[in-house]
Nanobody, 120 residues
Framework: QVQLVESGGGLVQAGGSLTLSCAAS????????MGWYRQAPGKQRELVAS????????NYADSVKGRFTISSGNDKNTVYLQMDSLKPEDTAVYYC?????????????WGQGTQVTVSS
């Protein structure tokens, strides 16, 4: 069984920073791609940033380029999202996403979500 455990959400003023963390645990054999999505009230879930954990670059939504940075931990089972210059429109539930191999084979997993609220 695989779990994605997120942490780091919270309330911050506009212009502030937050760092989200996501750790994949359980029967993980190898991660392939990990990333972050977000969903604001009344809107569809959208990709924020993702990367290939063993190299290959990262991609970002246009709305966060230059403000957010995604990175993976040395264990390749953890991903971070450094969010700077936060704006009220960044307010959303942020979900960790992972494409990985477990003892059951390749699959996609989601975290439970962490709330990020940016006040103006």
């Amino acid at each position: 069984q695989v779990q994605l455990v997120e942490s780091g959400g919270g309330l911050v003023q506009a212009g502030g920073s937050l760092t989200l963390s996501c750790a994949a645990s359980g029967s993980v054999l190898r991660t392939v791609r990990m990333g972050w999505y977000r969903q604001a009230p009344g809107k569809q879930r959208e990709l924020v940033a993702s990367l290939f954990t063993y190299g290959g670059g990262a991609n970002y939504a246009d709305s966060v380029k230059g403000r957010f940075t995604i990175s993976s931990g040395n264990d390749k089972n953890t991903v971070y999202l450094q969010m700077d210059s936060l704006k009220p429109e960044d307010t959303a539930v942020y979900y960790c996403n992972a494409h990985l191999y477990s003892d059951l084979g390749p699959d996609e997993y989601w975290g439970q979500g962490t709330q990020v609220t940016v006040s103006s």
